[in-house]
């Protein structure tokens, strides 16, 4: 997968399952994305195993460029050809690793392949309304809210809303031609 100075991108290899367990053993990622179900080592590696089989999706590594190690990984997922459209998902697995750019570089590269390379025209997610640097993020990269399901989780003694947001093969091509405009200023 293409290189983004900082990050790049590769397919998810059996030695990645410790580094991507680990992250499903922190609180605040399991709080930030909803999870309440105790996750295993046997349980990411029968996952991994699953999804490296489903057509539907694409599965990478997020890997810092200086160490060539795993640092988080994304998704491609629910690939709808006759609608042209998937879902997205990404995370980081160490809080050292947050608020570095990381994210956005491997986003920019995932935004670079559902358009691209697989020629989508809608790219959407879900984001609860308490993952403030989530959202934050999203609409760093492009994506636009489109809705809300209010009060969609219980957690931790309080509802949150789950936040719809995409984005559209139209909205990447023009991040595109105003990034190459704003290089040629």
Request: aromatic content about 8%.
């Amino acid at each position: 997968m293409k290189n983004n100075a900082t990050v790049y991108l590769r397919a998810i290899k059996d030695e990645d399952m410790e580094s991507i367990y680990c992250s499903c053993q922190d609180e605040e990622t399991l709080y930030m994305t909803g999870t309440r179900t105790p996750v295993t080592l046997d349980s990411i590696r029968e996952s991994h195993q699953r999804f490296s089989q489903d057509p539907s999706r694409h599965d990478f590594a997020i890997c810092a460029t200086a160490s060539q190690e795993i640092i988080g990984d994304l998704a491609i997922q629910d690939i709808d050809p006759d609608n042209h459209k998937a879902g997205f998902r990404i995370a980081l697995h160490s809080r050292e690793t947050w608020n570095k750019g990381y994210g956005t570089k491997a986003t920019q590269l995932a935004l670079a392949f559902a358009f691209e390379e697989l020629e989508l025209n809608r790219l959407e997610l879900e984001v609860y309304s308490h993952n403030v640097r989530g959202i934050k993020a999203y609409e760093k990269a492009g994506f636009k809210k489109e809705g809300t399901l209010r009060q969609s989780l219980y957690l931790n003694n309080a509802y949150s809303d789950e936040i719809l947001m995409a984005m559209l093969r139209e909205d990447y091509c023009s991040q595109l031609d105003a990034g190459i405009r704003q290089k040629h200023k």
